[in-house]
């Protein structure tokens, strides 16, 4: 099984202000909806918590949400201790790629696991308390670019930018 992370983040590596994002991108909320779809996510807690209760579940795939809370409930989703509890139940599901969705600590923790990262690096400082680990990237070879410009839809242009480790 491929052990992936994706994530949206501005030029100073922020994902997240208030349990919230600081941006309003569609085309980067279709392109996490059309890459995650039909495959287990994993998220923290908080990461769950921020989801509009429209999203909890996210629709279309298995939700995995870790906590370190005792009796915690998250209809639609399935509960673990740890990260490593929730993708060995993936892959023993028949998982494929396993996306790791957040938030920070999350992302922390999955960067050693993890063989590939789908980043929407946006050009774009924000301000906010949870960033995106920074990484080493001679560890790690950018397979894709694909850029897009700033439009009446989208405030900031980004970068869909893949990488997987060498």
Do not use: C
Request: net charge negative; aromatic share 12%.
């Amino acid at each position: 099984m491929i052990i992936s992370m994706i994530a949206a983040m501005g030029s100073n590596r922020v994902i997240g202000k208030d349990n919230d994002i600081p941006w309003h991108l569609p085309d980067d909320f279709r392109f996490f909806k059309d890459t995650t779809r039909h495959h287990h996510v994993i998220m923290g807690r908080k990461n769950w918590e921020s989801l509009p209760p429209k999203f909890q579940p996210l629709p279309d795939r298995p939700n995995f949400v870790i906590t370190r809370q005792e009796n915690y409930s998250a209809e639609g989703a399935t509960i673990f201790k740890s990260l490593e509890d929730a993708l060995t139940k993936a892959s023993e599901m028949g998982e494929k790629e396993a996306f790791i969705i957040g938030g920070g600590e999350i992302y922390r923790m999955g960067l050693t696991l993890a063989e590939k990262i789908y980043l929407t690096e946006i050009n774009g400082a924000f301000q906010g308390q949870t960033t995106f680990p920074d990484f080493d990237k001679e560890q790690w070879q950018e397979i894709s670019r694909e850029h897009h410009g700033t439009d009446d839809r989208h405030a900031y242009s980004f970068d869909f930018v893949v990488y997987k480790k060498k």
